[in-house]
């Protein structure tokens, strides 16, 4: 597989832990860590089953792979996520030192990079957006026309 079959294939996973927020009533954002193509950490939003503001799911990810790993430095590990991290996701995914990051759709509204000028992630780290985008946003726009 090429680069882009792997990320697609780590990102319909990622899709699937996505799935499993939105039929808990989560806002359905799903994430995968991985490290030398095996995924090593996976997550789904939990804010309101934990009743916490910080359960997102590349936190649940970013969590499950340091403890996979047993330490909290991933630095040879990419992560998946369904939607563009949150100002709070990209600061725990700078410190976790993750080197690449891969995201499908957009967030006009809270997405790191509208909030913020300069990069929160590790000065090495690489950033690919639109990986499956339009299912990833597809998913988000279904959950929120239902809620109204």
Not at 85 to 97: E, F, H, L
Request: glycine letters at 8%; proline letters at 3%; hydrophobic letters at 40%.
């Amino acid at each position: 597989m090429n680069q882009e079959e792997i990320d697609i294939h780590f990102m319909r996973i990622a899709l699937d832990e996505a799935k499993k927020a939105y039929e808990a009533d989560e806002v359905p954002i799903g994430a995968v860590v991985t490290c030398g193509n095996r995924v090593i950490g996976r997550g789904h939003n939990l804010t309101e089953t934990l009743n916490d503001i910080t359960a997102h799911a590349e936190m649940q990810a970013i969590t499950a792979a340091a403890n996979t790993l047993g330490g909290k430095y991933l630095q040879d590990c990419t992560l998946y996520v369904t939607v563009e991290p949150c100002v709070m996701c990209a600061g725990a995914i700078g410190w976790s030192q993750i080197k690449r990051i891969v995201y499908g759709a957009f967030d006009q509204k809270r997405g790191y990079s509208v909030i913020v000028d300069k990069t929160p992630f590790h000065p090495r780290a690489t950033v690919l957006s639109g990986v499956l985008g339009e299912e990833c946003a597809m998913i988000m726009r279904d959950f929120f026309s239902r809620k109204r």
